[in-house]
């Protein structure tokens, strides 16, 4: 009796500690996930970029990717969301812009990422839907998908490591790069 009930144990105990993966998920396709972000984005009337998209000109042909991409600015998402807020959506546009003009000869890379909250399986599937958010968002501005690549850091990228409210909301971001 003694070694069935031992037995129990040491195999409860071998599945609730198996290995957490940290490992980026990639998207290698791109599927469709239900994102009532796009039908958002889309309803929201574009008016004329915001500042951050007038330094683009016409000398953006001899810009470096590194200077494209201090251009993109990041999309913050609210606690435990992947919908694009109406504040964001200039940082879109934006994104936008440059992705069809300064950065037309590069890939886009999405990285999503999430606070520390939730289990690690969890935060990397928010966060590529965070990605994928902005990229519905993006291929609504007329952006080609297929320049559009994802990817989800869940928590293993953190810009903030306090233990505040304030420090949580930097986190819980999706990120643009360059990929030549």
């Known amino acids: 009796m003694k070694s069935l009930v031992l037995s ?4 409860t105990l ?3 500690s198996g290995c957490s993966s940290k ?7 791109t599927q469709e996930v239900e994102a009532p972000a796009a039908q958002e984005v889309k309803a929201v009337e574009t008016e004329t970029v915001s500042s951050e998209s007038s330094v ?7 810009l470096s990717m ?11 998402f609210d606690f435990d969301k992947f919908n694009i807020n109406a504040d964001m959506q200039d940082k879109i546009l934006n ?3 440059v992705a069809n003009s300064a950065a037309s000869a590069y890939s886009v890379k999405l990285e999503g990422n999430c606070d520390e909250w939730g ?3 969890y935060n990397f599937a928010l966060g590529l839907k965070r990605a994928n958010a ?12 297929s320049r559009v690549a994802m990817v989800s850091y869940g928590e293993s990228n953190p810009v903030c490591s306090d233990k505040t409210k304030d420090c949580w909301a930097q986190n819980r971001r999706v990120d643009f790069k360059l990929l030549p």
Do not use: H, M, N, R
Request: proline share 2%; charged share 25%; glycine share 8%.
């Open 66 to 76: 590194s200077d494209i991409e201090k251009q993109l600015t990041s999309v913050y």
């Open 56 to 62: 683009i000109s016409s000398g953006t042909d001899s």
């Open 23 to 29: 490992d980026p998920v990639v998207d290698a396709q």
């Open 8 to 11: 129990g144990v040491v195999a």
């Open 14 to 16: 071998l599945v609730f």
């Open 134 to 145: 902005v990229k519905k968002a993006l291929v609504a501005e007329g952006v080609d998908a």
């Open 119 to 121: 289990s690690d399986e």
């Open 95 to 97: 994104g936008a812009t």
